[in-house]
């Protein structure tokens, strides 16, 4: 139901009331001059009936306040006829042509003058007492008609005019209606978002710090990893130069080892030598043996000392080989010992080689952890700032549902006064009471 239908209810409702309330009159009336019950009780609940059952069936019909028009008009000819035509019951007629202009509508203004022009018309004709307490002519029932026109000429206006404004505030009130219902559900959501954007805030700002803790712990660890990258660059470097100077004491001892494995060379010739002289000595002791029996008894001492050199002889050989044999296993030892440091050496080298290459490493080590560092404590400070910002936008969400919720506040205030606007039976009071 719109405003316009609503307002025709609120108006028709109005009349009946007012109409119902002339039966007493009626009855007083009736009773005082002398007419019938009946026919103020009857009558009027006859003229009633209609409108009546319309407003029951059809409580906005367009019909209704025309069929209230007729009715309020039989009333006022029923107050004459009561009143036994007297002249003063004939306001009655001009404050309910008055009174039909609360509908906003030309067609009950009309219908009304219509009404009141034929029953005057009419029972004068079939009844002048009705009309008149006088001897009145026709002449004064067009003066009557006269006036009536007068008055209905500027209430059609006025109707026409006041009927526009209830249009316009139909128009007003069905667009506020959705205004106020769009504004509603906006709301709703703008609140729903505000609610979901500070709970979403909350999240990430408790991830950021989830993550931030977990990048310092990360520093910390790079930062240990560049001490220890550090340190054991230092002792690469260390390591670097004991094993050099390792490889310089092998190669020292190599140097050493060929010097002896030389010696041991030249002490193996001499021996070969010892040993060549023993067996020249030998030789000659025994030919000197030999000769000093054939010389026989003046040649014995000479046979004596010549087995005394031969037997020296034969020691002298006797040792020269073992020498030569210790003189060898000393030679095979030291060449042993000089491929022992040969690979020695080599291996020194290696490892010399290596420990360059592991310093190497941990210079980029070291210069990746400290990159690392930076670029860590750049994230880290990058973090921060966004914690910072996660931090206003869940101030700024909460800002925003609280603004929803006024928001929320104000369009149901405004529905509660477009809903009171439609009801006309106070469309006046309650929006002054809401605002």
Known sequence: MNFRQSFTRSRSAMFLASLYLHLPIFSYLAMKN?????????????????????YLMKNASALLPNLLAVALMSFSGMLIHLGNGM???????????????????????????????????AFFLWLPKSVFNYDASFGIVLLHATFVVLETVPLVLIAR???AFISLQDTTIAQLTTISGKNFEGCTVIGDTGKKLDASASEVSQGL???LRMLQELVAQVQTNTRSA???????????????????????????????????????????????????????ALNASVEAARAGEHGRGFGVVAEAVRTLAQRCA?????????????VETIHAGEKSADLSSKSLNEILSSIHRVQALNMEIATSSVAQGRELENVTKTITS????????????????????ELLSDAQVLTELVGSMKDTGSATRRPLAAA
Not at 92 to 119: D, E, K, Q, Y
Not at 319 to 330: E, H, P, Q, T
Not at 386 to 405: C, F, I, K, P, R
């Open 318 to 330: 006797t040792s020269a080989k073992d020498i030569s044999g210790l003189v060898k296993g000393n």
């Open 161 to 163: 005019r006041y009927g």
């Open 230 to 284: 550090q340190e054991a660059e230092s002792l690469s470097t260390t390591s670097k130069q004991v094993a050099t100077d390792g490889s310089k004491h092998i190669m020292e001892l190599i140097n050493s080892i060929k010097s002896i494995s030389s010696s041991a060379a030249e002490i193996t010739n001499i021996v070969t030598v010892i040993e060549d002289i023993a067996f020249q000595t030998n030789l000659l």
């Open 87 to 121: 002249i003063e019951m004939h306001f009655h007629v001009f404050v309910s042509l008055a009174f039909c202009l609360s509908f906003g509508m030309m067609a009950p203004i009309l219908t009304a003058a219509a009404t009141i022009a034929i029953h005057h018309i």
């Open 34 to 54: 002398g007419h019938s019950q009946w026919l103020a009780w009857g009558g009027s609940l006859f003229i009633l009936s209609v409108p009546t059952a319309v």
């Open 386 to 405: 966004v914690e910072q910002l996660t931090a206003q936008n869940t101030d700024y969400a909460q800002n925003l549902a609280t603004s929803s919720d």
């Open 209 to 211: 710090e989830n993550s």
